[in-house]
């Protein structure tokens, strides 16, 4: 069975940092991101990472703050999130993509599996 455990959530002060984790049982993945939704928002994509690492795409809004990695050995992806603002506030969500490509998708519906979400809240 396959299931991704997100863990690393939590409340914080505006300008703190924390790391996100998701680490896959079951199987491995090609690709792995991260989104994430706000009360009264769609789900969107934060950070996406395919293959060993090499290929990694950050969405506008936390580029130069957070940073995706992964490690194989352990079929984990974290997700550091540095200088947290308000704005980051959302619960976040790992997704899995078994299909590997030379790019990291942005559209939730390409990604194959989910993880059940972590609260991030950042107060100011």
């Known amino acids: 069975q396959v299931q991704l455990a997100e863990s690393g959530g939590g409340l914080v002060q505006a300008g703190d940092s924390l790391t996100l984790s998701c680490t896959a049982s079951?199987?491995?993945?090609?690709?792995m991101g991260w989104f994430r939704q706000a009360p009264g928002k769609e789900r969107e994509f934060v950070s996406g990472?395919?293959?060993?690492?090499?290929?990694?795409k950050y969405a506008d809004s936390v580029k130069g703050r957070f940073t995706i990695s992964r490690d194989n050995a352990k079929n984990t992806v974290y997700l550091q999130m540095n200088s947290l603002q308000p704005v980051d506030t959302a619960v976040y969500y790992c997704?899995?993509?078994?299909?590997?490509?030379?790019?990291?998708?942005?559209?939730?519906?390409?990604?194959?599996?989910w993880g059940q979400g972590t609260q991030v809240t950042v107060s100011s």
């Open positions: 997704a899995a993509r078994i299909v590997f490509g030379f790019r990291v998708n942005v559209d939730a519906r390409e990604y194959d599996s």
């Open positions: 990472i395919m293959g060993n690492g090499g290929i990694t």
């Open positions: 079951g199987r491995t993945f090609a690709g």
